[in-house]
């Protein structure tokens, strides 16, 4: 961002997202944001009705929390770079996330 606003190009900052939910959300809006991003209608946990049934009771029953976020502590992660552009990956996260998808499908 800042290298294209060094070279000219104008720059919005984003006042409304639609992907996360407030749980998630928040996280970055305080960090990036100042807590000045509002979240759009279909963010809520309410409007997403699998996330809300696969999640939240998930949530409830492993760790006695009413949450639609699922927060994963992977103990033998490593971090690799990709060759393409540098970016950072953890395959043990996606073994490990999804697993964790698999099972709360089959269990539906």
């Known amino acids: 961002m800042a290298r294209l606003e060094s070279n000219g190009f104008p720059v919005t900052t984003l006042t409304e997202q639609n992907r996360a939910v407030p749980g998630i959300s928040v996280a970055y809006d305080n960090a990036?944001?100042?807590?000045?991003l509002v979240d759009g209608p279909q963010t809520n946990i309410e409007a997403r009705h699998l996330a809300k049934e696969l999640?939240?009771?998930?949530?409830?029953?492993?760790?006695?929390?009413?949450?639609?976020?699922?927060?994963?502590d992977v103990q033998n992660g490593d971090g690799q770079k990709t060759g393409?552009?540098?970016?950072?990956f953890n395959e043990e996260n996606l073994v490990v996330g999804t697993d964790l998808v698999y099972n709360l499908m089959r269990n539906t």
Do not use: T
Request: aromatic fraction near 14%; proline fraction near 4%.
């Open 55 to 72: 999640l939240m009771e998930f949530n409830e029953r492993a760790d006695k929390k009413k949450s639609p976020v699922i927060y994963l």
């Open 32 to 36: 990036f944001y100042h807590s000045s």
């Open 84 to 88: 393409a552009n540098g970016s950072i």
